[in-house]
């Protein structure tokens, strides 16, 4: 069963950048017709995806965040990468990753990381 695993700063400084690292467990990002998310809660806007990857490569980016997000994968890690620029008190959230068969849409998300909080402030 695969599992993931959100990780990095719970506190970022305004107009710096937030960097996540989420880690996948028990299966391979390898895989057709699988889509590796990030998707945030924040109090502003409630469920936001914010943009995708595949195993090749392939990226796919929510439109009012396109300009400032940043996806990579490391597929021999199993790891995916998000980065935020320029972040915002209005950025503050619960931040998660998931798998999911279709790009943008959480219904086909069969796989979450538990989340992680990160708080922008000074």
């Known amino acids: 069963q695969v599992q993931l695993q959100e990780s990095g700063p719970g506190l970022v400084e305004p107009s710096q950048t937030l960097s996540l690292t989420c880690t996948v467990s028990g299966g391979s990002v390898i895989s057709n017709y699988k889509y590796w998310s990030w998707i945030r809660q924040t109090p502003g806007k409630g469920l936001e995806w914010i943009g995708a990857?595949?195993?090749?490569?392939?990226?796919y980016y929510s439109p009012s965040l396109k300009n400032r997000t940043s996806i990579t994968m490391v597929a021999t890690k199993k790891q995916f990468t998000l980065q935020l620029r320029f972040v915002t008190p209005e950025d503050t959230g619960v931040y998660y990753c998931?798998?999911?068969?279709?790009?943008?849409?959480?219904?086909?998300?069969?796989?979450w990381g538990p989340g992680t909080q990160v708080t922008v402030s000074s």
């Open positions: 990857i595949d195993y090749t490569d392939s990226l």
């Open positions: 998931a798998r999911g068969t279709l790009v943008a849409r959480p219904d086909s998300f069969d796989a």
